[in-house]
């Protein structure tokens, strides 16, 4: 045990020994090339919404959840007053965004397949409160792009 802790020491030791003392002006560049990332996320985000058009009147919004250059995840929120959509709706919905990101991606020239970019559009919908106040929300489903078939697959909650 303590030769493997003499070992892992030794090693960080000799990688913080490794490393350059010019680490402000890394830390610059790592957050200009993180700044660079979120633009681009931002603008294809944007792109996704125009592609898609006006939304459907079921729909209280999309969502963006979480993305980065490789991985994009969305929420299709269905409004609380209407009906829960079928599992035909969900999937067909769902399906719509993930394809109109595929699309804007191809249209900037990558290569989702190539590049296994993620892409998952969530469906929920809100269903009031719950006992300490906070919105409850159903999972109805989830589409999401599968980069080794190139298909778009649908999952039930």
């Not at 979480?66 to 609380?80: H, I, L, P, Q, W």
């Not at 079928?86 to 769902?94: A, N, P, Q």
């Not at 998952?120 to 080794?148: C, I, P």
Request: overall charge negative; charged content about 30%.
């Amino acid at each position: 045990v303590r030769v493997r802790i003499f070992l892992i020491s030794a090693f960080f030791v000799a990688l913080v020994g490794c490393t350059d003392n010019d680490s402000g002006a890394d830390a610059a560049q790592i957050d200009r090339s993180l700044e660079k990332e979120k633009a681009e996320v931002l603008a294809i985000e944007e792109l996704v919404r125009e592609k898609l058009g006006s939304f459907d009147e079921r729909w209280q919004g999309l969502e963006f959840l979480d993305s980065t250059k490789g991985s994009y995840r969305f929420a299709v929120n269905y409004r609380e007053d209407v009906a829960t959509p079928s599992s035909g709706d969900i999937s067909k919905d769902t399906s719509e965004v993930v394809r109109a990101t595929l699309q804007t991606l191809m249209d900037q020239g990558r290569k989702p397949a190539e590049e296994w970019v993620s892409v998952q559009v969530h469906a929920r919908q809100f269903a009031g409160k719950g006992a300490t106040g906070e919105q409850l929300v159903r999972r109805l489903g989830k589409s999401s792009y599968n980069f080794n078939t190139d298909q778009i697959e649908f999952e039930s909650p």
